[in-house]
């Protein structure tokens, strides 16, 4: 049958040990009291540091420093607690002189860290993106927890600068790196558009001629050269006609000269003429290379070389048919003919020329065309991302403006460290309380303790629990002078367990101490959970 004791049962045994209840709970009281009496006071000073939004609209000026203000004072005071910066402010302010003598350097900076401390404050604010109601930092307090008021207040004061000034810092050093990286991201794209506008000239001073905007001007050149060969071909063909005609008149010139009826040999000046008239008659038909052009060429440089000998002979008198004033006014009009078709074919090799020069630039435009609008889309897009960055560069100038003029967001320092005029901690009523109530609960956790090591059969009830049954007659405890017997075997077997009680309590406490928590550390972490009370 199980056990089952009732709160009569735990009253007889606390009743029976109460001096095991009483004893060290008392002394534990005693213990307390003195703890909460003797703990050192700690003085507290503290600023408040309001958080203030910049001071230029956003949409006017972007600032160019996008953390939220928690993580900023969070990386904030990651530098200020830095192993150099806290040992300069403890040898500054000479902080903890005892135990910086024999304490490592590890151990002053974790306790200077457990005094200081940085506190949000918040408030429900507005999302003027969202308009909902949202938790936002608005302030924060920086303390700084040391047994003497006025260095407490010292130290505090010299945080506060340090925040003030790390933020001015930070957000300047922001504003311009971003300017000079935007400044000098522009200047690369600055260099490629030089390089590109190089490439591009001297493209175009290699391909200046077909380059696609001549494309129109080059078409119309070969139209305009084609038309004029046209107009040069069918001027040709006219003065030959005309010429045809005039030596036809020249060759029937001289038959008019003489009677009529009276027959008479043509003279070479007509030879000449009808030669000439029948080979401009055939060359409007066959080319130069052609026999028969070929014959009566020959034959007019013959007759002409005869006249020139005849011309010779009569001391260069012309015959009497060259004294005729129509016939110079004909041989005249073919002179200028001939001479305007040897222009017209000078002109037409001419124009022939540039016409394949011009016909060779629009054969090559669409060659050209490919590497030239590759380099254009290159310059183009290069210019826009250069136009882009020395926008935002401006944009970071008004920033850097902005942050060193200290018109942006800003830490303003409206509650400045006072001196403290009453301690902190510890709340030596708090510690008293929890020692008392702690005390009596560990008299009362021993007298369980003894009785569950020692136990035994005691009342009424037990003995019915045990036996089954009720007992016939309860005798009183009688107690007789001379009556007590100490039980030695008893003894030593609690001995033995307060021995072993404390062995192992001590090996818990080196194992402790060299395997998880240096107990120096240890004892300062439970001074400051201590002075939390």
Avoid: C
């Avoid at 938790?135 to 207040?153: E, T």
């Avoid at 022939?352 to 590497?371: C, D, G, I, P, W």
Wanted: proline share 4%; aromatic share 6%.
């Amino acid at each position: 049958m199980e056990e089952v004791k009732g709160l009569k049962d735990y009253l007889e045994i606390l009743n029976r040990h109460k001096k095991i209840v009483i004893y060290p709970a008392v002394m534990l009281i005693l213990v307390s009291s003195a703890l909460a009496l003797l703990l050192p006071a700690t003085y507290k000073s503290s600023s408040l540091i309001l958080i203030e939004s910049q001071e230029i609209p956003n949409d006017l000026v972007r600032s160019t420093v996008t953390s939220y203000a928690d993580q900023r004072i969070a990386v904030i005071k990651q530098k200020l607690m830095t192993t150099e910066r806290i040992m300069a402010i403890v040898n500054k302010y000479n902080l903890y002189p005892e135990d910086t003598k024999n304490s490592p350097a590890s151990v002053i900076v974790e306790l200077f860290r457990s005094h200081m401390s940085v506190d949000m404050v918040q408030a429900n604010v507005t999302d003027p993106n969202s308009g909902r109601s949202k938790r936002a930092s608005i302030a924060f307090n920086v303390s700084f927890l040391d047994k003497k008021p006025l260095l407490a207040q010292k130290v505090a004061n010299e945080l506060t600068t340090e925040f003030l000034t790390e933020n001015v810092k930070t957000r300047t050093a922001r504003a311009n790196e971003t300017r000079e990286f935007l400044k000098e991201e522009g200047d690369k794209f600055q260099r490629k558009i030089q390089l590109l506008e190089k490439k591009i000239a001297d493209f175009k001073e290699k391909f200046n001629d077909s380059l696609p905007e001549l494309l129109p001007y080059n078409l119309s050149m070969v139209e305009k050269l084609q038309d004029e060969l046209t107009k040069d071909q069918n001027q040709i063909i006219i003065l030959n006609d005309q010429i045809l005609t005039m030596n036809i008149e020249l060759a029937n010139l001289d038959a008019l000269l003489p009677a009529i009826g009276s027959v008479q040999a043509l003279t070479p000046s007509q030879k000449l003429a009808q030669a000439k008239a029948k080979y401009a008659s055939l060359k409007g038909k066959y080319s130069e290379s052609h026999p028969d052009l070929k014959r009566l060429k020959r034959e007019i440089e013959s007759l002409e070389s005869e006249l020139r000998l005849e011309k010779n002979i009569n001391n260069g008198k012309p015959d009497e048919h060259y004294k005729s004033p129509l016939f110079l006014k004909i041989n005249s009009k073919i002179a200028s003919a001939e001479r305007e078709i040897k222009r017209l074919y000078a002109r037409k090799k001419e124009i022939n020329n540039k016409l394949s020069v011009f016909q060779k630039r629009v054969a090559e435009t669409h060659q050209v065309k490919r590497a030239y609008e590759d380099l254009i889309r290159d310059y183009d897009n290069n210019l826009a991302k250069y136009k882009e960055l020395r926008a935002k560069e401006l944009q970071a100038e008004l920033a850097q403006n902005l942050e060193s003029e200290n018109k942006g967001e800003s830490f303003t320092l409206i509650e400045p460290p006072l001196v403290p005029s009453h301690p902190e901690k510890p709340n030596r009523f708090k510690i008293f309380i929890m020692g008392t109530v702690a005390s009596v609960g560990v008299g009362i956790g021993l007298a369980l303790l003894f009785e569950m090591l020692v136990g035994g059969v005691r009342g009424y009830n037990e003995v019915s629990r045990i036996t089954g049954s009720s007992p016939l007659v309860v005798v009183p405890l009688l107690s007789v002078k001379g009556d007590d017997v100490i039980d030695t075997t008893g003894l030593n077997v609690k001995l033995y367990w307060i021995i072993g009680f404390f062995v192992v309590v001590t090996l818990v406490i080196v194992g402790f101490h060299y395997l998880v928590m240096d107990l120096e550390v240890l004892w300062f972490r439970l001074l400051r959970k201590i002075s939390l009370l």
